[in-house]
């Protein structure tokens, strides 16, 4: 039988670890609904805004405060998952991420009719993040190889990255001939088909209890890894919430933001697996230490020059940059994971990335109240994307 062989040796059909091909397999058509949500809710969150009266500036604040009600939501969130997973497994907690899911999808699809119904969107968003995201990083924790944790992060990311090249251009099309609420249904039956996908064998547990306040030391304890979360998410949580109401507001359509993403994403694509080989073979503080500035600089192109070619620019060198700082520390989350505990792992790296995606969104709210503008969250980011440079130059993350 031939094999179609990726470069780097990849070759998905054969994968060594068999039980992990259903969790990628899932994370695949999981991205598809996951991308189509977090480009294109921003904008329609907005544009409700707008709807009930409200100028560009305060629509703005209502989409950062819909962010901070889904993070705050997703904390929460978080102490349930770390008790049920023990109970049901890190499969099924993926598979609970569902219910509060459909709930999200149908308190969005009638904000149009009721704008308060953007609060419990936000709530049951933020539970099905916490809920989902446990269930996938202990799992993957549990089934991944130790000694390539890299390489398999970059192959889920590769194969997500693939199908997520037409999801914004298609997601664009789908709002302009049918509206958002064809969009968010699209995005519900693509959900469905990952929980199929996953399927609910081998399941794993975890099996040891972890307190929150075991977290907080750790994080005070270990600043500058925690700096590097930090920074990271917040600048992450800015890109995924001004970016595409920038976008939309500069061209004043959905398609050619749909357009700008899709191109983006596909110049990224075959680059995240071939990170993941590297950074096995690297470590993670080389890759990061090149990633950063790669994600501050795209910033920076955004605040010099305003057209399509140079937001397609800056944003495929967001993407090569993002991906060399989100892949090491994905992989330094799995590997303390084996090492110390796979609850003491996700709950540090959530709790870190929560705190920065709230002083980020906080910290922009505050800058629109006293007059600020939605470009000049720009230099905010690039500031934050900073955070994770703290660590490389203590060294605190490893080199090979």
Same mark, same amino acid.
């Given at each position: ?211 929150? @306040? ?101 944003? @495929? ?84």
């Amino acid at each position: 039988m031939l094999t179609w062989h990726l470069p780097n040796n990849f070759n998905f059909f054969n994968y060594r670890k068999n039980e992990l091909k259903p969790l990628l397999l899932s994370g695949v058509a999981r991205r598809v609904a996951v991308t189509l949500i977090s480009i294109f809710s921003p904008i329609y969150i907005y544009e409700i805004g707008q709807k009930y009266g409200l100028d560009s500036r305060y629509a703005i604040i209502v989409v950062l405060l819909y962010y901070v009600i889904a993070i705050l939501s997703k904390t929460i969130s978080l102490s349930f998952s770390e008790n049920l997973s023990q109970k049901i497994g890190f499969k099924s907690m993926i598979w609970a991420s569902f219910v509060p899911f459909v709930i999200f999808i149908l308190s969005l699809v009638f904000t149009s009719l009721c704008p308060y119904l953007l609060i419990p969107a936000a709530i049951f968003w933020g539970i099905h993040v916490g809920f989902f995201w446990w269930g996938y990083h202990g799992y993957f924790i549990k089934e991944g190889d130790g000694d390539h944790f890299g390489l398999n992060i970059g192959e889920a990311r590769f194969l997500e990255t693939i199908v997520a090249v037409l999801s914004p251009f298609l997601g664009a099309l789908l709002i302009s001939f049918l509206g958002f609420n064809s969009l968010y249904i699209f995005s519900g039956v693509f959900m469905g088909i990952a929980l199929l996908l996953l399927g609910k064998d081998h399941e794993r547990r975890q099996r040891r209890d972890i307190k929150f @306040s075991e977290v907080i030391s750790l994080i005070k304890s270990h600043k500058s890894i925690s700096l590097a979360y930090i920074g990271s998410s917040a600048e992450t949580i800015l890109y995924m919430v001004i970016w595409p109401v920038f976008l939309f507001r500069f061209f004043g359509q959905v398609i050619s933001l749909g357009a700008v993403v899709s191109v983006s994403i596909f110049f990224a694509a075959i680059f995240s697996l071939v990170l993941g080989r590297w950074v096995d073979k690297q470590g993670e503080r080389k890759i990061i230490s090149i990633g950063v500035p790669l994600v501050t600089l795209s910033w920076i192109i955004r605040i010099i020059k305003k057209s399509l070619p140079i937001f397609i620019l800056a944003d @495929s060198v967001w993407n090569f940059g993002q991906r060399m700082v989100e892949l090491p520390l994905n992989t330094l989350t799995y590997k303390k994971g084996v090492e110390g505990g796979s609850a003491r792992a996700i709950l540090f790296r959530e709790t870190a990335i929560t705190i920065g995606g709230l002083l980020s969104l906080i910290l922009l709210i505050v800058w629109m109240l006293y007059g600020g503008r939605l470009e000049e969250g720009f230099i905010i980011a690039a500031v934050l994307s900073t955070l994770p440079l703290i660590a490389v130059y203590k060294r605190k993350l490893q080199d090979k």
